[in-house]
């Protein structure tokens, strides 16, 4: 967040904030601005503005730029399907339990653990996960 925030540094201004704090200053500000009324049934889930006086392609693409992956949580929804292929891990045989607890085949094979086939592990848009315990 700070790469983003300095980023666009002169460009941009990012508020970010909890949802009911923004929305109590929103409805705070409607009387002289009865247009903020439009903004306040977006504000669900995790939220940020982006205020800004530049173009708005300049602005995305520095926002696309800095996005970063981050590891899934237990009972988070996915954003897309999530298939782990049928492969050679390169992890040592005292990792077995990581998979058996997931229930994806496996083998040891020349001294590493092999998925023997294609695994969904997540569908989009839900919050499913084998066993949530084995993530962290």
């Given at each position: 967040?700070?790469?983003?925030?300095?980023?666009?540094?002169?460009?941009?201004?990012?508020?970010?904030?909890?949802?009911?704090?923004?929305?109590?200053?929103?409805?705070?500000?409607?009387?002289?601005?009865?247009?903020?009324?439009?903004?306040?049934?977006?504000?669900?889930?995790?939220?940020?503005?982006?205020?800004?006086?530049?173009?708005?392609?300049?602005?995305?693409?520095?926002?696309?730029?800095n996005k970063r992956g981050?590891?899934?949580?237990?009972?988070?929804?996915?954003?897309?399907?999530?298939?782990?292929?049928?492969?050679?891990?390169?992890?040592?045989?005292?990792?077995?339990?990581?998979?058996?607890?997931?229930?994806?085949?496996?083998?040891?094979?020349?001294?590493?653990?092999?998925?023997?086939?294609?695994?969904?592990?997540?569908?989009?848009?839900?919050?499913?996960?084998?066993?949530?315990?084995?993530?962290?």
């Open positions: 967040m700070m790469d983003i925030r300095a980023s666009m540094r002169g460009k941009a201004e990012i508020l970010m904030g909890k949802n009911t704090m923004m929305r109590k200053a929103i409805r705070g500000h409607l009387q002289k601005n009865p247009d903020l009324e439009k903004i306040l049934p977006h504000i669900n889930g995790n939220v940020g503005f982006v205020f800004t006086k530049n173009d708005l392609s300049e602005i995305r693409n520095l926002l696309l730029e981050a590891p899934a949580k237990a009972g988070a929804i996915a954003p897309c399907d999530v298939k782990i292929p049928p492969q050679n891990t390169g992890m040592g045989p005292e990792k077995t339990s990581f998979f058996q607890a997931l229930q994806i085949p496996t083998k040891i094979a020349r001294g590493t653990i092999e998925i023997l086939n294609e695994v969904h592990i997540m569908r989009e848009r839900r919050s499913e996960l084998p066993n949530p315990l084995c993530l962290t």
